[in-house]
């Protein structure tokens, strides 16, 4: 039971607050340490993403696909595009388009005993409709529906057909082309519809529906730089060269020219530069970060007497210089510029980045490249393959591996480090360094934290005793006041 100053005049609740306060000193530190571990811990997490961002962009360069960019252009457009895969050959090819592919299609008119006068269907009913045996779905339709809505349930069970309905009548087209599109059927469409099968209905129950000539599709034919060839589709793929026709024009040669695409390989040059730059900059900048000693992380009691901004703009302060001189992110941009600058041994001579045009600056700029976009241009014209091995070369040993293997090994091996400092927000129990720290310090102020309510409520008890002693001698003081003035009377 806890007793105010009532007898002692004083006020007790005041003084036990301001004697807990002062216990919560020591407890008001640790929770400052606690996080700013935890901001610590942060800081390395959004710079192991930064990292990983640079690694990805990094290991691309590590594809030979990534060097290996073809473009592909065709003098007539209106008769053919192109484009090209890194497996194209480079040079120059004819096409003459002389049929393009086509699809199976069918017009058919619905039996007129099977309608109704306003044109909808008279009874249920359902057939089996596909392009081949095995993707065959049951179509229905149900009495009182019309053409259009048995169209529409046709294209919604997806079956390679298209079709459309109109005035009594009903188009089916095969979304495959050449000679061997068809449809397969069943009996009950044929007398819905009427036609014949190609073959005998099999066990099954589906066969081949019977196509006039220019019912069937048809193969696109073309000739290639002399040779004659047939495709199904429109869209085919030779030499690692994807060509799609649009028209046919026979005697009309249109030229194919494939050559290595110089843009695509310096626009991802030139993104790996930009984000290597971005990537230093950001880690010299925490690195470099003034610290602020006398702004230490706001306690609960501290930012419930501060306004929102007021509160930002402290922790901002507090924040600063959390890694500054950093020895993990010192030993990060270290080995990532010995990477860069490394010379990469080959069959054909020593290489570095400074023979394509990307060059260090000077000192003060903290390892920041430059590019040099005609040299570049020049070089992969030159000789596209001794540009691709300066970053993809694989070789035995280290000097023999090219600039984008070694930065990943780099980053992959600091990533991990703080991994091991940091963790993870991934993962649900952190084991990392800070982690532990962190835990350490939560146990220490749920320690701190029971030791102060004890010492709270000891405090209590003291002065409670005491308040109950001067009411006790208090009341002993009035009884004797009492007798002597009896005694007087």
């Known amino acids: 039971m806890r007793i105010s100053g009532l007898n002692s005049g004083m006020d007790i609740d005041q003084i036990v607050s301001d004697l807990v306060k002062a216990q919560r000193i020591p407890m008001d530190r640790v929770f400052q340490q606690k996080v700013k571990a935890e901001w610590k811990r942060d800081a390395y997490r959004d710079v192991n993403t930064k990292l990983s961002r640079f690694r990805n962009l990094a290991f691309d360069l590590t594809l030979q696909g990534a060097f290996q960019k073809k473009t592909a252009s065709s003098s007539r457009t209106d008769l053919l595009t192109v484009s090209a895969s890194g497996a194209a050959g480079e040079g120059r090819y004819d096409i003459v388009v002389e049929k393009l592919a086509t699809a199976a299609r069918v017009t058919a008119q619905v039996d007129s005993a099977k309608l109704a006068e306003d044109g909808s269907f008279e009874q249920d009913g359902s057939f089996r409709l596909g392009i081949d045996e095995e993707n065959a779905q049951t179509i229905e339709y149900k009495a009182g529906e019309t053409l259009e809505q048995l169209a529409a349930r046709i294209n919604e069970k997806k079956l390679g057909i298209n079709a459309f309905a109109h005035e009594g009548r009903i188009s089916l087209t095969t979304t495959a082309t050449g000679k061997d599109a068809q449809f397969v059927v069943d009996q009950a469409f044929l007398d819905v519809f009427g036609g014949q099968f190609k073959e005998p209905v099999g066990e099954s129950g589906l066969g081949q529906l019977q196509l006039d000539a220019d019912q069937s599709g048809q193969d696109a034919q073309v000739t290639i730089n002399g040779l004659e060839a047939t495709f199904s589709s429109n869209t085919f793929e030779f030499n690692g060269i994807t060509v799609n026709l649009l028209k046919a024009e026979e005697g009309t040669a249109v030229t194919i020219e494939v050559k290595q695409d110089v843009d695509a390989v310096v626009d991802k040059v030139k993104e790996f530069v930009d984000l290597y730059n971005e990537l230093v900059g950001e880690l010299n900048k925490l690195t470099r970060e003034e610290v602020y000693r006398d702004f230490a992380p706001l306690t609960d009691e501290q930012k419930e007497a501060m306004s929102e901004k007021e509160i930002e703009l402290w922790e901002e302060k507090a924040k600063s210089g959390l890694l500054r001189s950093d020895p993990l992110l010192n030993s990060i941009l270290s080995e990532m510029r010995l990477a860069l600058g490394s010379v990469v041994e080959g069959e054909g001579g020593n290489t570095s980045l400074r023979e394509i045009g990307i ?24 000789d596209p393959d001794r540009v691709r091995d300066l970053f993809t070369a694989n070789g035995a040993t280290d000097k023999e591996k090219g600039i984008a293997r070694k ?4 980053l992959d091996r600091q ?60 009341a002993q003081s009035d009884w004797l006041y009492q007798q002597l003035m009896a005694m007087q009377g």
């Open 359 to 382: 060059t260090t600056g000077s000192w003060y700029e903290y390892g920041k490249l430059y590019l040099n976009e005609d040299k570049l241009r020049a070089a992969i014209s030159e």
């Open 415 to 474: 990533m991990e480090r703080i991994t091991d400092t940091a963790g993870k927000a991934s993962i649900p129990y952190d084991q990392s360094f800070l982690g532990n720290r962190i835990r350490e310090y939560e146990s220490r102020l749920a320690d701190m934290e029971e030791r102060l309510i004890r010492y709270e409520e000891q405090q209590w008890r003291k002065f409670s005793a005491m308040e109950t002693a001067l009411g006790k001698l208090y």
């Open 407 to 410: 930065l990943t090994s780099v």
